[in-house]
Nanobody
Framework: QVQLGESGGGLVQAGGSLRLSCAASGRLFSNHAMGWFRQAPGKEREFVAGITWTGYTYYSDSVKGRFAISRDNAKNTVYLQMNSLKPEDTAVYYC????????????WGQGTQVTVSS
């Protein structure tokens, strides 16, 4: 059974930080690259950050230098440390297995809401 559980969102002022977590089922997580996506109201879901099974990381231009993705393979968990948050980072954040900058699973969790106030 595929499971994705995002957590850690909340309301933060601009310039603040949050750390998101995503617990994934082993079938989806093991030996797969994992990524974070976000969807703001009225916009399409977009890629934010990715990490390969061996730890290579890459980011969208909009978050590079502010966000950091990491993973704990023993816990089937991927994290997103978000610093210097901006109001335009407000969105629902999701994780998924990825290839490149696209999700490889059609299953999405409920996501976690991040709201950045100005």
């Amino acid at each position: 059974q595929v499971q994705l559980g995002e957590s850690g969102g909340g309301l933060v002022q601009a310039g603040g930080s949050l750390r998101l977590s995503c617990a994934a089922s082993g079938r989806l997580f093991s030996n797969h690259a994992m990524g974070w996506f976000r969807q703001a109201p009225g916009k399409e879901r977009e890629f934010v950050a990715g990490i390969t099974w061996t730890g290579y990381t890459y980011y969208s231009d909009s978050v590079k230098g502010r966000f950091a993705i990491s993973r704990d393979n023993a816990k089937n968990t991927v994290y997103l440390q978000m610093n210097s948050l901006k109001p335009e980072d407000t969105a629902v954040y999701y994780c998924n297995a990825i290839q490149g900058r696209g999700a490889t699973s059609d299953y999405w969790g409920q996501g976690t809401q991040v709201t950045v106030s100005s």
